[in-house]
């Protein structure tokens, strides 16, 4: 009789929970249908009665976006006519030109174009200022429209009227489109002959290909270490990711887990194939825009104790987004789970699911932080990014410098040196001489240049505080000294910033020569991060040392 009893009781509780879920279910059901009728009788009537014209594509778009801006930045809807630039961002390929372009001074200009590519071989420069696309007058146009036109099918030419700084007549030119695909490794090389270096810039379609090609090549050279480059990588394919720990770990190791709401699609990822090679030393570059995969790279190495994670905390995306498709060719992007590296930490930083009062997006608090250990003991931590072994400021660059850049001073004297210089020396050679630092603070001048200073703001801020508080009159001497120490001066910034200065024109004019690889050779010898790395990598007693049992990785937020 209890048996029985016991198990009738059970039945009651199993078919109540069913009642209850189903319940649940079809209000659900009902909200949502709800919802979608007020949605359609409301457009109904806007489109009808709404006193202006108005453009149902862009209304529901607009919506679309807004809906799914209040869940997270990555669930996007990806329309028919975006399909291009998706397939590019993540396979890195597309039919056109092969060249950046930018918008300077109302004008699209080419920013960079791509070595061995159309752009480069019909002869476009940076600097040239594109005015017509087949007989279209770009004058109006922002720069996703010009770079619309720009694309087409591959062996197709398209005519661009250009205009060339310090010519006087336009010209045309007919560029044979091609399909362009983005190196994912744009350089990779032997920094001394100890240590190897790999410069990934986004984790791409068979991006791990393009890695182990140039691991390979470089293992011929017999290195101690290897430095791999994820700076300002904001991520990509997961598999990509997954893939290239699997090179430096031993098969069978966890490597990143994805957990959401369909159970079913929960999975790990583990070590499936043979590694190249798991003794070489290791050190992994981050900064704030390491995102997503590369903070899965950089993760893993860390939490296995692989090799180091040098330079600035990352981003903090511990989010998965899965593609999924809609009706008439359309995409929806959408996070489906968050991501878990091998200590059991999920890295993500900003906390969309509770946001602040005002809508606006904060960290996750620190009460919610855990403490996790890596293979060796480590403690580690989740809700903030991967915080390097290594921490090292990212260097700050000048207002005088932020100004000249922004202002295209660096990018305009470059293009009149390039006009004026046949050739240069080779990237690890050149330097700016006295003699074009000169003519470049001349260039600078003539123009009647000016600079905003943040010190001289927040003094001006910090006087007003102190009239108000009565206290400006006590310390006014001092006060207005420093005032007039903090006022910006030209001539006297352009001498105090020398240096960094010529290192963005060296890089400027070095890239209008020998593109993007001359530029990240002409970059190394003077990276502080990279010297760190190869400082730290150098001492194999000094590598192993960071490995120790009961080591804190930590450090306050940003």
Known sequence: MNWKKIWIGALIVIVAGIGFYSFNRDERNFEIAKNLEIYYSL?????????????????????????????????????????????????????????????????????EPYEGFPAQK????????????????????TTEDVSNLLKGPAKKPVKIKLQRPGERKPFEVDVIREKISI????????????????????????????????FLDLKKNDPESLILDLRSNPGGLLQEAVKIVNFFVPQGSEIVSTKGKVKQWDKTYTATSVPLDTTIRIAILTNRG???????????????????????RTFGKGLVQTTRDLSYNAKLKVTTAKYYIPSGRCIQALDYTHRNEDGSVGYVPDSLI??????????????????????????????????LL????????????????????????????????NKFAAFVKED????????????????????????????????????ARLEPQLDKDL???????????????????????????SSLGDDTVIQRAIDELGSPMGYTGYFEPGIIITMKRP
């Open 183 to 214: 190196d994912a490794v744009p350089y990779f090389g032997m920094l001394d002959k100890n240590t190897a270096y790999i410069r990934l810039s986004n984790f791409t379609v068979n991006c791990s290909e393009d890695v182990k090609k140039a």
């Open 122 to 141: 019909f002869g476009l420069r940076a600097g040239d200022i594109i005015l017509e696309v087949e007989g279209k007058v770009t004058e109006n146009m």
């Open 43 to 111: 457009f109904r009537e806007l489109n009808m009665f709404y006193v202006d014209e108005v453009n149902p594509n862009k209304l529901v778009k607009t919506s679309i976006d807004e809906m799914l801006q209040s869940l997270d930045p990555y669930t996007n809807f990806i329309s028919e006519d975006q399909m291009e630039d998706f397939r590019f961002m993540t396979t890195g390929e597309y039919a056109g030109i092969g060249a950046l372009i930018g918008n300077h001074d109302g004008k699209v200009v080419i920013s």
């Open 370 to 403: 855990s403490e996790f250990t890596t293979k060796k003991g480590r403690k580690v931590y989740d809700g903030g990014g991967i915080v390097p072994d290594v921490v090292l400021d990212s260097e700050q660059l000048s207002n005088l410098s932020i100004a």
């Open 290 to 312: 390491s995102a997503s995969a590369s903070e899965i790279v950089a993760g893993a190495i860390q939490d296995l104790d692989r090799g180091l994670v040098v330079g600035a």
């Open 406 to 437: 922004s202002e295209f001073k660096v990018f305009d004297f470059a293009t009149n040196f390039t006009n004026e210089t046949k050739s240069i020396a080779a990237p690890e050679e050149f330097e700016v001489t006295e003699e074009t630092y």
């Open 495 to 521: 001498v105090g910033f020398k240096d960094e200065i010529k290192s963005l024109l060296r890089h400027e004019i070095v890239s209008r020569y020998y593109y993007q690889k001359g530029a990240i050779r």
């Open 448 to 483: 009647d240049f000016e600079y905003e200073s943040e010190s001289k703001h927040m003094l001006e801020d910090l006087i007003e505080v102190a009239k108000d508080e009565k206290y400006y009159s006590l310390a006014q001497k001092e006060f207005e000294t420093l005032q």
